[in-house]
């Protein structure tokens, strides 16, 4: 039965962002982009704060896979950077943290632009 408890702690965590994502498309006014820029800066802070390293041990992917996870990357890598390099590293930490991501999206983005044929809706 330990087995199945990552997995369903993974499930609640990224649901309840998705839950609290959904409730805000649904109830106000903002658009899609807003929210997802809000849930970057919301993971930024709260890795900041010290509270998101807590949520990332607790729901595991659940936590890193959504976009606050995206933001909580950024915000530890430019405090590794910092400690690392000084005040130069808030301007390289998150980048570098990032890359490997970052580069994949755009050489899956590139590998599905080249195999498939792009055409309008209707």
Do not use: H, N
């Not at 369903?8 to 994502?21: K, M, N, T, W």
């Amino acid at each position: 039965m330990d087995v199945i408890f990552p997995y369903l702690r993974a499930f609640v965590c990224g649901g309840a962002l998705c839950l609290i994502g959904q409730i805000l498309i649904d109830k106000t006014s903002l658009t899609p982009a807003r929210i997802l820029v809000s849930y970057v800066v919301a993971g930024v802070i709260l890795g900041g704060l010290g509270v998101y390293p807590w949520l990332v041990e607790w729901g595991g992917a659940g936590a890193t896979v959504p976009l606050t996870g995206f933001g909580y990357l950024l915000a530890k890598g430019v405090a590794q950077a910092v400690a690392e390099k000084g005040p130069l590293g808030i301007l390289t930490g998150g980048i570098t943290a990032a890359a490997g991501g970052i580069t994949a999206a755009v050489l899956f983005g590139l590998l599905g632009a080249l195999l498939f044929k792009s055409r309008p809706k209707s």
